[in-house]
């Protein structure tokens, strides 16, 4: 697969930096890392009853509730993150988001670590002494190119790069079969259906990961359901936030989470309050661009703005 070209979206070279810098050892987390923790608890008291209120409304059985809340919750923490980016960051967000799952994928599919493999790779071809960075990047960039355009016998034959695009094909085909398996699913109310259905299809390919993992580390200890559930909430959308940090280039995550703890603290106050600070301040600005377009300002001579601009406009005959 060719390195893309938008800005900020991360290659397979900058993901086999990261491989080969963490074969050197690196004991450095992102700090940002660091409160994901707090922002899962936000988003639990933000989310959860509501959500397994609506589950429990749907009648979603017993048996299927964990599973259900797994894809709701990580449907709406990966739209939420979303709404936070701006079109053209969102754009990078998700194939940085895609490219991860189709490597997951594949892992899972052949029980390899493709990164892993292409690390070990590059430095039994390359060695792992370079003059500088320019020079490390020429050298991946050109293993790269001809790396995962080759076919692998580990990959039955096929190339990674088309088994990534296989990978792809399938997140982008999901979304409608598994909507109609899972009717019972909590229904994202996001206007742009297409919107809906991207993260829908990446909630499905998250729960074939993770799903099981975190099951199994939840009922580890014996709680009462509720506790449970809270839980899982918990520890997926901790994993979900790592995730975001680990698939997002470094430039957009700061601005990211800037908007996203202030969407959690907002609407944090809107429950406790019983409010909508958003509709509140709306409803402000109306009022205040209805009363300021009719109040005399002495910079226009005593007239209102309104005044002002009718009058110039009768002057050139409109």
């Known amino acids: 697969m060719t390195a893309k070209k938008s800005s900020g979206s991360k290659t397979k070279v900058e993901n086999s930096e990261k491989s080969l810098e963490a074969a050197k050892v690196s004991d450095a987390e992102p700090t940002i890392l660091d409160k994901n923790p707090i922002r899962s608890m936000m988003f639990k008291d933000v989310l959860l009853q509501e959500i397994v209120d609506g589950l429990k409304a749907e009648q979603v059985p017993k048996e299927d509730m964990e599973e ?10 990966l739209e939420q993150v979303g709404m936070n980016l701006s079109e053209e960051l969102l754009l990078v967000f998700q194939e940085n988001l895609d490219d991860y ?3 997951s994928m594949i892992n899972r599919e052949h029980n390899i670590d493709i990164l892993s493999l292409f690390r070990d790779q590059f430095l039994e071809a390359q060695g792992d002494s370079f003059d500088d960075e320019r020079a490390l990047m020429e050298a991946l960039t ?4 001809e790396w995962w355009g080759t076919p692998k016998d580990f990959l039955g034959g096929s190339s990674p790069n088309d ?27 996001c206007e742009d259906c297409g919107d809906s259905h991207y993260w829908a299809a990446r909630s499905y390919a998250i729960r074939d990961m993770w799903l099981e993992t975190i099951i199994e580390s939840v009922t580890k200890e014996s709680m009462p359901t509720p506790q449970r559930r809270e839980r899982l909430f918990i520890s997926l959308t901790n994993a979900l936030l ?4 680990n698939v997002m280039p470094d430039f957009m995550t700061e601005d990211l989470f800037v908007g996203l703890d202030q969407a959690l ?3 944090l106050v809107d429950k406790e309050s019983k409010v909508e600070l958003m509709q509140i301040f709306q409803d402000a600005l109306a009022k205040f661009e209805e009363e300021w377009w009719g109040t005399e300002l002495k910079e226009l001579g005593g007239k209102s703005p309104d005044e002002a601009v009718e009058s110039m406009a009768r002057k ?3």
């Open 142 to 145: 050109a293993f790269e190119d």
């Open 316 to 318: 050139y005959g409109l």
């Open 68 to 77: 259900v809340l797994f894809l709701t919750v990580t449907n709406a923490v």
């Open 101 to 103: 799952l189709a490597i």
């Open 163 to 189: 088994l990534m695009d296989q990978a792809k094909d399938q997140l982008a085909g999901d979304s409608d079969e598994e909507e109609h398996e899972h009717e019972h699913e909590h229904e994202c109310e």
């Open 242 to 245: 790592d995730l975001v940090v």
């Open 265 to 267: 603290a907002m609407a």
